[in-house]
């Protein structure tokens, strides 16, 4: 990845592309190249156009096992729509014995929720990486989701020298809405990510160190 490991130029080409075209951008690169996925509210859409341009572009999805019983559902109507090549990483100890240990989800902005967040999201998505060794991530993040997203690029390194392609980044909420409802696809309305608690906080995984 040497050759793009200054993002600048980049940047300003892809800048007014639309989505699609930045997933063609990543994937014609012609690496190892995965997209990630938490099967949350408009998930579907980064699912459906990245697998449009690559049927078989492996899924990852970090379970947590603090899913609720709708996202499970929901994802799996996503799955099977979209014939997903799926790859699922789960935390190492149950929730159950988490729960027991910890005494549930413990509070936020606390050394245990971090720890809790480790357990969960981190040590998961670290396992992808060395399992799947992509080279480019495909993710859905957006600018208008928290203060952190906003100071985002669309091309970014990310944790393990892996390229972080954010095709989504410029689009809002009523954009993914629309194109949701042309393509009808599923989408899940009870959903809650127990390392944010609260919508416009990090989960920890694009924090990560490059």
Same mark, same amino acid.
């Given at each position: ?5 200054d /993002? ?34 408009y998930?579907?859409v980064?699912?459906?156009m ?10 990852v ?33 149950t929730?159950?014995?988490r ?17 809790f ?11 992808? /990486? ?14 208008e ?5 906003h100071? /985002?690029?669309?091309?970014?390194h ?9 095709? /989504?980044l410029?689009?809002?909420e ?7 409802q ?12 127990p ?8 989960c ?7």
């Amino acid at each position: 990845m040497n050759e793009l490991k200054d /993002l600048s130029d980049i940047n300003r080409q892809l800048a007014d592309q639309r989505p699609e075209d930045i997933i063609r951008w990543a994937i014609d690169l012609d690496k190892e190249t995965i997209v990630t996925t938490n099967f949350g509210p408009y998930e579907a859409v980064i699912l459906h156009m990245a697998t449009r341009i690559k049927p078989n572009l492996p899924v990852v999805w970090i379970d947590s096992g603090y899913n609720t019983p709708e996202t499970y559902l929901t994802a799996g109507r996503i799955i099977q729509d979209l014939d997903l090549n799926l790859h699922v990483f789960m935390p190492e100890m149950t929730a159950a014995r988490r729960d027991a240990l910890m005494g549930g989800i413990p509070e936020v902005d606390s050394e245990e929720h971090d720890e809790f967040t480790r357990q969960v999201k981190i040590e998961p998505f670290q396992r992808a /990486l060395a399992t799947m060794q992509p080279e480019v991530w495909l993710t859905a993040i957006r600018r208008e989701q928290t203060a952190f997203r906003h100071g /985002l690029d669309v091309v970014s390194h990310g944790p393990n020298n892996v390229l972080k392609v954010a095709p /989504l980044l410029n689009w809002n909420e009523a954009d993914m809405e629309r194109y949701r409802q042309e393509h009808d696809l599923p989408q899940v309305s009870n959903y809650f990510d127990p390392t944010k608690v609260i919508g416009n906080r990090e989960c920890g995984l694009h924090t990560m160190a490059s």
